[in-house]
């Protein structure tokens, strides 16, 4: 059976993707790119917010019609949106379900609802999820690899502890070992990916941290940069800034969501945390990674926001100058505390009016950290091409430069690239 993925939301689930596709194409299945020519499609899905939960609902719903067509013989549901629906996704349209911690079992899944049993399978399987699981990566210079599961955070908006469950790390050895097989199949980078990835090795309470694994797979001669996601305030050490700080192979960039400037707000939220402590961790990092690019998730028109809220978290961006700002308004998750408790007071257009503010200050920021790349020499591992023939990659602080080149390239080859021409956005250059 030819099998088609479709992927939403986080690098978590793309991994996961990885993951169930490498263990299918081992099981005899196929892998199509193309939804015209799969038998099967499996919907991988996001449900951090209300926009991400519609997105795959009416993907579902076309994949529907198009099963009564005659075009496609079976549809899954995998990803937080399985936990979150259960069952109600078969009365959906879909004829199995399989939760986003029981990927491993997905081929006995498939199998199961190829003989017309509707299979609903959210048992909590990450256990298995070991270095020797088959992947299916298509790109071979840059891997995803998950090294703890879950959350334990709690945030007072946030469904993810609901959907993905408690945290669980993997033993580093495990993880070591995939990055070992990574290596013999020609990776140079690698991103170990976590909610919240600080929080790494203290289940497992050996010693294990993210920051001793950082080393570690530094011992690889063949790797060449190290990025990690997504960090949670209190849970970054002295420990991993100094690795960061001291290691060459470390991308010299943190993603700290902050969520907030409004300490009224961040303690609704359930952040662990103020906006002066946050602060004062993003001094810490550049007073000892200097080159340091942090960047950040904010959540526009939280419950009660007032317009003293904004402008704290207006005075905080200012303050933080971060390289990068995602921003969201905000959207009640079933089964939060936020939603359960506080009313979603704030006007539509106020979040959009504050959001569009904010991000035309990030854009300013941006403008102005950029500038100070113009005419520097970068050392970039080119990702890709353009359409118009270019190049693009990133640098060790995460910044996207595009460039030209007078001779052909490979992806993952490491070149050195001027930057003749900065925007709020890409950089723009030349390969030395």
């Known amino acids: 059976m030819r099998v088609h993925f479709k992927t939403y939301g986080c690098q978590m689930n793309e991994n996961d993707t990885q993951i169930m596709a490498g263990i299918l194409l081992h099981e005899g299945f196929e892998i199509v790119d193309e939804l015209e020519l799969a038998d099967v499609v499996i919907l991988n899905t996001c449900v951090v917010r209300q926009k991400s939960q519609d997105k795959y609902h ?16 079976l549809i899954g549901v995998a990803g937080c949106g399985s936990n979150l629906e259960g069952e109600k996704l078969l009365t959906l349209g879909a004829d199995f379900v399989i939760g986003s911690r029981s990927i491993v079992d997905v081929a006995e899944v498939l199998r199961r609802s190829a003989t ?36 334990n955070r709690f945030c007072t908006y946030c469904i993810v502890p609901y ?6 790390s993997r033993p580093m050895q495990d993880v070591l070992r995939e990055v070992e097989r990574l290596v ?10 976590g909610q919240n990835v600080d929080a790494y090795g203290k289940d497992l309470k050996d010693g294990t941290s ?33 690795v960061v700080a001291e290691n060459p192979k470390a991308a010299k960039s943190f993603h700290i969501p902050v969520q907030s400037g409004s300490d009224r707000i961040l303690r609704m939220m359930n952040r662990r945390y103020t906006s002066a402590q946050f602060l004062s961790l993003v001094e810490r990092i550049r007073s000892q990674v200097p080159d340091a690019s942090i960047s950040s998730d904010i959540i526009v028109g939280f419950p009660t926001e007032t317009d003293q809220d904004h402008r704290e978290t207006i005075n905080l961006v200012r303050q933080a100058r971060f390289e990068r700002l995602n921003l969201a308004v905000y959207s009640p998750r079933p089964g939060t505390v936020a939603a359960r408790f506080f009313s979603d007071d704030v006007p539509r257009e106020v979040k959009v009016e504050r959001l569009n503010q904010l991000l035309e200050i ?9 500038g100070a790349y113009l005419g520097r020499v970068v050392e970039i591992i080119v ?29 993952g080859e490491t070149v050195r690239v001027r930057v003749e021409r900065t925007t709020a956005g890409p950089l723009y250059g030349r390969k030395e």
């Open 210 to 242: 993210l920051a001793r694994l950082i080393e570690e797979t530094s011992k690889f001669e063949q790797i060449k940069r190290i990025w990690f996601l997504t960090s949670y305030p209190t849970d970054i050490t002295d420990e991993l800034i100094e």
């Open 362 to 370: 990030q854009k300013q920021i941006n403008a102005e950290l950029n």
């Open 116 to 151: 017309g049993e509707k299979v609903v399978h959210l048992e909590d399987r990450t256990h298995l999820l070991e270095a020797d699981i088959p992947r299916f990566r298509k790109v071979k210079h840059h891997a995803w690899i998950t090294i703890v599961h879950g959350c």
């Open 163 to 168: 959907t993905r469950g408690r945290e669980r």
């Open 383 to 411: 990702e890709g091409k353009t359409k118009d023939g270019s190049y693009y990659g990133r640098d060790i602080r995460n910044k996207i430069v595009i460039f030209t080149s007078d001779e052909q390239l490979n992806l």
């Open 184 to 193: 013999a199949e020609g990776t140079i980078e690698v991103t170990f990916l």
């Open 58 to 73: 009416s993907a579902l719903g076309q994949l529907v019609k198009l099963k009564g067509q005659g075009k496609i013989k």
